[in-house]
């Protein structure tokens, strides 16, 4: 069992950088697949991008292909999201999710431990 902890949200300006965490708390992430969902007021918890557990693939919704980047470091137990060029559309509540044997890294089922969310606020 891991219990994921997210950080580095906060309130940035359109075309900001920020670049959102998400740590293991007392466990590692490296036998994990790992995503990031995102769920802005009133609208469904979305897809953003995940890792594999071995962290040789990565997979991007298209709202943030080429605009987002994932990556993991197992040593820290952590996963990060790199976000480039923010846009007040991408205001939401990011989450971060582990899971094991994931083959749909797109689908919200297919994680089983959650984060309790890290808030982004783009201005405009």
């Known amino acids: 069992q891991v219990q994921p902890v997210e950080s580095g949200g906060g309130l940035v300006q359109a075309g900001g950088s920020p670049r959102l965490s998400c740590a293991a708390s007392?466990?590692?992430?490296?036998?994990?697949?790992l995503g990031w969902f995102r769920q802005a007021p009133g609208k469904e918890r979305e897809f953003v991008a995940a890792?594999?557990?071995?962290?040789?693939?990565?997979v991007y919704a298209d709202s943030v292909k080429g605009r987002f980047t994932i990556s993991r470091d197992n040593a820290k137990n952590t996963v990060y999201l790199q976000m480039n060029s923010l846009k007040p559309e991408d205001t939401a509540v990011y989450y971060c999710?582990?899971?094991?044997?994931?083959?749909?890294?797109?689908?919200?089922?297919?994680?089983?431990?959650w984060g309790q969310g890290t808030q982004v606020t783009v201005s405009s």
């Open positions: 999710a582990a899971g094991r044997r994931v083959v749909a890294h797109r689908s919200r089922y297919e994680y089983d431990y």
């Open positions: 007392g466990r590692t992430f490296s036998s994990y697949a």
């Open positions: 890792i594999t557990w071995n962290g040789g693939s990565t």
